[in-house]
Each structure stands twice: as C-alpha cells, then as structure tokens.
C-alpha cells in the first residue's frame, strides 16, 4: 500500500476563498506530481516537482501554485476558488533513478460554490 | 487523436467471467505501462507494471504488452464483484517525467 495521503478528502467552499490542499509522503520519493481528474476525463498534470525548490507546471492550465520546501510535501494552493475549480485533485509520487511507477494518494474532492 | 486511447464502457460481466480490458496508443516512444484500479471516490491503485513488450502475471491479473501493435492489454481471471472499478491505463516514455492515462473503463462485475 502506498503510504501517500492527502487532506482534506472532501471540500465544499464558497467562491473568493484561498485553500491549500496537503499532500505528504513517506516514501522518500523525489518526484511528485499534481493532476485534475473530472468525471469520464483522463487524469491531466497540473503541476509536477523532480525535488526540493523544484516546480513546474503541467500540460493543463491551472490557475493554482505549488511549492516543495520539504521532500515529503508538496501542497497545492488555490488563491480564490472560482466554481470552475470544482474537480478531483490527485496527489502522487515517483522514485528516481529512470522511470518508475507513480503512486497515488486517495485524493481531494473540491466543490466550490 | 489522443495519444492513448480506451474504451470507457461499461463493461458489465458475470462473476467468474475472464474479463479483457485494452488501449491503445500512438506514441512508440512509450516504454513503461502500468495499470491501476480505481474505486468511486477513491484515488487510483497500481495494479501492474510493466516495461517494453511481454506478459506479466500476478495472481489473477495478466498484463500483456504488444508494442508493434501499440497494444495492451489487462486480462482479469475468476472475476469477482469486488473487481467492480474503474481500470485506468497509462504509460510513460523512457527518462521523462510524464504518464499518460486513458480516460478509465467502468467494470461492472454481476454476482
């Protein structure tokens, strides 16, 4: 089992509030990757992290920010959550050392209205 | 045209059914796939790993990799109801960042 978790797993917000959603893993892994999963869609990157002060954003648009101060935790911030934002947020995870399997946390459902 | 493509569903099957799941794709740079398992509300579980072409088996589960063809496949033996979820495949190229998922096939196993 992946030891991967994020919180909140459910969030309902009103419009104009800041949030950050955590994600934080105890596996030492040096990548860390951010995607947007809506209903029947496929997984889209929003923001990714090869390690610490290392940040990049995804092939989606998204107008949130990330930040890697610590290996293990790579939050995710929404300045001012607009209804747009309403979606399922992943977290995950990869060694180095040439490709390896990505692990995901459970996940953040967001709903903003 | 999407890089990887799977067909949504859903696939509803009687239990102890053997059960295929497939994509495609067009990139033959991709070298590593994977397939994970995803229950509502829940995030995406790594099922099988696999690098370059082959077959790979762990318990139930045959992931089986056909790259001149841009195939792969997931076969799932003696199906149970508990193997009711999404299967999402995704793949990457060699030394970069980057998977690529389908868009995830509903299965529906019927007890």
């Known amino acids: 089992e992946a030891d991967i978790y994020q919180t909140p797993r459910y969030l309902v917000i009103g419009t104009g509030k800041k949030i950050t959603l955590e994600c934080s893993q105890t596996?030492?892994?040096?990548?860390m990757y951010w995607y947007q999963q809506d209903p029947g869609m496929e997984l889209h990157l929003i923001h990714y992290?090869?390690?610490?002060?290392?940040?990049e954003k995804g092939d989606l648009s998204s107008e949130s920010t990330v930040s890697r101060i610590r290996t293990e935790h790579f939050p995710l911030t929404l300045e001012s959550a607009r209804p747009s934002h309403t979606s399922q947020y992943l977290c995950?995870?990869?060694?180095?050392?040439?490709?390896?399997?990505?692990?995901f946390g459970q996940g953040t459902r967001l709903t903003v209205v | 045209q999407k890089e990887v493509e799977q067909d949504p569903g859903p696939l509803s099957v009687p239990e102890g059914a053997i059960v295929s799941l497939n994509c495609t794709y067009s990139?033959?740079?991709?070298?590593?796939f994977m397939w994970y398992r995803q229950y509502s509300r829940k995030g995406p579980e790594l099922l099988m790993y696999?690098?370059?072409?082959g077959n790979k088996e762990d318990g139930r589960f045959t992931a089986q990799v056909d790259k001149s063809s841009k195939y792969i496949s997931l076969f799932i033996r003696d199906s149970q109801p508990s193997d009711s979820a999404t299967y999402l495949c995704?793949?990457?190229?060699?030394?970069?960042?980057?998977?690529?998922f389908g868009t995830g096939t509903r299965l529906k196993v019927l007890a």
């Open positions: 995704a793949m990457s190229p060699s030394g970069t960042y980057k998977y690529i």
């Open positions: 990139n033959s740079a991709f070298q590593y």
């Open positions: 596996m030492g892994h040096d990548k």
């Open positions: 995950a995870s990869s060694a180095t050392g040439g490709n390896t399997e990505a692990f």
């Open positions: 696999t690098y370059s072409s």
């Open positions: 992290s090869y390690g610490v002060n290392s940040t």
